[in-house]
């Protein structure tokens, strides 16, 4: 597959935040995937996407669900989430509104794969994912992101896809990303949240974009800014 990378999306630390930016596609496709994508894309700009249940995608009648999703993230987290192989991780699910899009978009996808979310508490993600009929794609874990990956790795188990949004701290990324080459499908692409954020560098707990540069393997190369995550892809000899 030909991926479209978009490198001048690269941020200095210095310009983190100063614009949210958009979507473009990764995969090789010139319009929204579906319906449930499209629907996504009709957050109007700079605002957050909130999803409504029952009827995740579809209706605007329902419940709302409290998440922090930029559109341009909601949609680069449908569009790998649906095209990813296999199973996805997720570390922080909140209210399960990113857990729920992912899920959404595995569905959708007509392949048999799983998302496992990671939280170190749950804010109710089972009802949402409930309201929605997402949740027999879920498989939620409670505990912190470091000692669930070690044991995940342990486990020999490898995923699609990660998207990273547990935690806006240095210390807490920093200790994710070494680990990200042993979970993450050689090919397979990580979605870091909150790194295209003014706060990273400036106020304390905000180290997303540094922790990145710092400690993400060389393997790792940099795809995009989309909202404000960045976008990369572990990259082996056989799949470059
Ligand atoms: C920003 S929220 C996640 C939002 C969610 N991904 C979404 O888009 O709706 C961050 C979550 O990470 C959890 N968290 C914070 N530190 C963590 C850690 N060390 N391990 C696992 N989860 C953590 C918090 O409890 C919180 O629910």
């Known amino acids: 597959v030909e991926?479209?990378?978009?490198?001048?999306?690269?941020?200095?630390?210095s310009n983190l935040g100063a614009e949210i930016t958009k979507y473009r596609f990764t995969y090789p496709i010139y319009s929204f995937i579906n319906a449930h994508q499209a629907f996504l894309d009709l957050t109007p700009d700079n605002a957050l996407v909130l999803l409504t249940?029952?009827?995740l995608l579809e209706h605007n009648t329902g419940k709302p669900m409290e998440g922090w999703l930029w559109k341009a993230d909601a949609l680069k987290?449908?569009?790998?989430a649906y095209f990813a192989e296999g199973d996805v991780l997720e570390l922080g699910t909140y209210a399960g509104l990113s857990t729920c899009i992912i899920a959404q978009a595995i569905v959708d996808s007509s392949r048999n794969s799983m998302v496992l979310p990671i939280d170190i508490a749950d804010y109710g993600w089972k009802a949402n994912a409930d309201l929605n009929h997402v949740g027999q794609q879920i498989d939620f874990h409670l505990g912190p992101a470091i000692e669930q990956v070690q044991s995940l790795i342990a486990a020999g188990r490898k995923f699609g896809f990660t998207f990273v949004d547990h935690s806006h701290t240095y210390e807490e990324v920093a200790?994710?990303?070494p680990m990200l080459d042993k979970v993450a499908k050689p090919g397979s692409f990580v979605q870091f949240h909150d790194y295209n954020d003014p706060r990273n560098g400036n106020e304390p707990n905000y180290g997303v974009w540094q922790a990145v540069m710092?400690?993400?393997p060389p393997t790792f190369?940099?795809?995009?800014?989309?909202g404000c995550s960045g976008l990369y892809r572990y990259t082996t000899a056989d799949n470059l």
């Open 3 to 13: 991926f479209a990378t978009h490198p001048e999306t690269f941020l200095q630390a």
């Open 53 to 55: 249940a029952p009827g």
């Open 77 to 80: 987290l449908y569009e790998m």
């Open 175 to 177: 200790a994710i990303c």
């Open 214 to 216: 710092d400690t993400l």
């Open 221 to 226: 190369q940099f795809c995009g800014v989309y």
